[in-house]
């Protein structure tokens, strides 16, 4: 596609509940990028793809969070046993991987919110 | 340490210009980067500048770099309502793929 799709745009789930977040990145980018954005913060790194491994997960709050990445394309995030603190935009990146500029490219974002 | 801050808020006239600061930690950061987040949005790259350059111009945005003070600034020429959004400072490391993320100052346009 043209830009980085996410879906869904809006997750309402009960707490203790998994939920699974999709990210499809643009067509030809190898990195992939996770962050979470809480009310009113900044951005917080969660994990990196370069294809389908993650050289870097070091953001990831908890056991419950964990992601993978498939044929170097679609990623999924899951967070298993929801907890009302994880209530929060998430957003995909991705970039080429080529050249240092590294220039990310953001989805819209999923709102997940834990009731 | 990793550490991008920025203040939170601005509040400007329609027309005046728009000065968003930031300060960084790592003197080692290869890009530094400007995006801007309009409500309900992903964030959009607004320009960039590369470590040993002072100053970059795109049409009404000039980025200033002072390294020695570890500082970085946008400003806006001309602010218009279209301007309103949340402007996140971000740099990147020579060594690392990860960006690191300012809060993000949200500027508001005044009659």
């Known amino acids: 596609g043209a830009g980085v799709s996410q879906s869904p745009s809006n997750k309402v789930t009960e707490k203790g509940k998994d939920v699974e977040l999709r990210c499809d990145p643009i067509?030809?980018?190898?990195?992939l990028y996770w962050y979470r954005q809480s009310l009113g913060q900044g951005l917080e790194f969660l994990i990196y793809?370069?294809?389908?491994?993650?050289?870097?997960k070091s953001g990831l709050p908890s056991d419950r969070f964990s992601a993978e990445r498939t044929g170097g394309s679609v990623s999924t995030l899951t967070i298993q046993r929801t907890q009302q603190e994880d209530s929060a935009v998430y957003l995909c990146?991705?970039?080429?991987?080529?050249?240092?500029?590294?220039?990310?490219?953001f989805g819209a974002g999923t709102r997940l919110s834990v009731l | 340490g990793e550490d991008v801050e920025q203040s939170l808020f601005l509040s400007v006239r329609e027309g005046d210009s728009s000065v968003i600061n930031c300060t960084y930690t790592?003197?080692?950061?290869?890009?530094l980067y400007w995006y801007k987040q309009e409500p309900g949005a992903g964030l959009q790259l607004l320009t960039y500048?590369?470590?040993?350059?002072d100053m970059k111009q795109d049409q009404r945005l000039t980025v200033l770099l002072n390294k020695k003070d570890k500082h970085l600034s946008l400003r806006i020429a001309d602010t218009q309502t279209g301007d309103s959004a949340i402007y996140f400072c971000a740099e990147r490391y020579s060594s690392a793929s990860k960006i690191i993320f300012g809060s993000g100052t949200r500027l508001s346009i005044r009659p």
């Open positions: 790592d003197s080692s950061s290869t890009y």
């Open positions: 990146a991705s970039s080429s991987g080529a050249g240092a500029k590294n220039i990310q490219y």
């Open positions: 067509s030809g980018h190898t990195a």
């Open positions: 793809f370069q294809g389908n491994s993650a050289p870097d």
């Open positions: 500048i590369f470590s040993n350059m």
